[in-house]
């Protein structure tokens, strides 16, 4: 009995794991699954455990002498074997492998749902030749949809009726015209984005440079740490890792992995410890090791809860202590997927915050690209990186050029 339930909290960990949820199953959790099974009568359970094979690989029972120990197998023993099993499965998933296709071409595969969904469909209209009052409402909606931003949708709509006035004004012609015109809203803005972000180089100060990585929930915060680490130790820096969200014991384990596979020091304290007091320790950390970054973490919030605003705010006050400019970089990691509501949580991290840039992630899975356009116009902050997959070759210095052609197409 003992080893069918090790196994079926092996199975919902690999089941709650492909579904991103970031739990850990107990044999608790397997209990209260074999409860609700019963509760709303599903029958056959047995025979479908047996049906679906978890991935995870469970070590081989121990044979147990009934002449010499008659007792179950404590629930500790389960526990340590469960979390051994879910060690094995996080570090599989993390496991880095070289992409076939190159960087460009990942991007434009990575946009394509914005470019065919949106961008697409307003070439083809343009491509039926002319723009009556119904083709212009037709792309209005198309742009809304593309959560470009009232403003900017605005200011296309009005430039297009007058494009739409002359006969020869085509879908490349439109192509054109649609680069130039976000080119324009996001270009001064793109040609701040600070360097030392994506190229290290040595310099004589023997302080760090102290990034604070902050974001709502499932963002993609954790990862991108591990990303932006393991870039900057295969270009020879030496990094710390402060892992300030204290309340997910799990980002916590991943992000270890993280650490251990690029190379990086990583700072860690108990579940439930004050995450200001974790900054202040990798920070410090950072200095005594003379470091030359200082990654920090932070616990996921959603930009609404004011008391847990106002604790980001402190935790980025309390760096201050030990380095009078620190954070030197804060960058708000947003979920592509979000759309205009990312502008919403960008405006209130900045007024928190001061953000210095954004890392815009999960671009692969999002027809919604299109809203790092508003988001930089509306709060004159550049994008500093682009995700479009879990590799870390998957993310990428934000290139406006390779966005532009690979959201509208060539």
């Known amino acids: 009995m003992e ?6 909290v092996a199975f919902l960990q690999s089941w709650a794991d492909q579904a991103g949820m970031n739990i850990i199953i107990t044999i608790e ?15 056959g359970f047995t025979g479908l455990f047996y049906l679906v094979k978890p991935k995870a690989k469970l070590p081989p029972p121990t044979k147990i002498e009934t002449e010499e120990k008659d007792e179950p197998q404590s629930q500790a023993e389960v526990l340590e074997v469960v979390e051994e099993v879910k060690k094995e499965e996080e570090e599989e998933v993390l496991e880095p492998t070289k992409p076939e296709k190159s ?4 991007l434009t595969k990575g946009l394509s749902r914005s470019r065919e969904g949106v961008w697409g469909k307003i070439g083809s209209i343009f491509g039926r030749g002319g723009l009556d009052e119904d083709a212009l409402e037709e792309v209005e ?23 739409a006035k002359s006969g020869d004004f085509d879908e490349a012609k439109f192509k054109s015209y ?12 793109q040609a701040n984005s600070p360097g030392d972000l994506f190229q290290f180089e040595k310099s004589d100060s023997k302080l760090p440079k102290v990034i604070m990585i902050v974001g709502v929930n499932g963002a993609g915060k954790t990862t991108t740490i591990g990303k932006l680490a393991t870039k900057l130790t295969n270009q020879g820096a030496k990094v710390v890792v402060g892992a ?35 900054g202040y320790d990798a920070l410090q950390a950072a200095m005594n090791e003379e470091a ?46 979000t759309g205009q509501n990312a502008i919403r949580q960008a405006e209130e991290f900045n007024k928190a915050l001061d953000l210095t840039g954004l890392v815009f992630t999960k671009c692969d899975g999002s027809s919604k690209a ?28 934000f290139n406006l050029d390779e966005y532009l052609d690979a959201l509208v197409g060539n």
């Open 141 to 163: 909606e198309l742009l809304y949809g593309a959560d470009l931003g009232p403003k900017a949708t605005s200011e296309l709509i009005e430039d297009l009726e007058e494009k």
């Open 3 to 8: 080893n069918y339930m090790l196994q079926l």
């Open 244 to 278: 300030c969200d204290t309340f997910r014991a799990a980002a916590v384990d991943q992000l270890q992995v993280w650490c251990d596979r690029a190379g990086a020091t990583m700072i860690r304290a108990k579940e439930g410890a004050n995450p200001s007091g974790v």
């Open 292 to 337: 030359d970054y200082c990654i920090l973490d932070t616990a996921g919030r959603l930009h609404t809860a004011g008391n847990l605003m106002d604790e980001l705010t402190k935790s980025k006050n309390v760096l201050k202590k030990l380095m009078e400019d620190a954070p030197h970089h804060t960058l708000l990691v947003i979920d592509a997927i």
């Open 178 to 189: 649609i680069k130039d015109f976000l080119k324009n809203k996001m270009a001064s803005v």
């Open 370 to 397: 299109g809203s790092a356009i508003s988001i930089v116009d509306a709060l004159q902050i550049p994008i500093t990186y682009i995700g479009v997959g879990e590799n870390v070759e998957d993310l990428s210095v």
């Open 103 to 106: 960087w460009k071409d990942r």
């Open 29 to 43: 959790y397997a209990y209260a699954f074999i409860a609700l099974c019963s509760v709303i009568g599903v029958s």
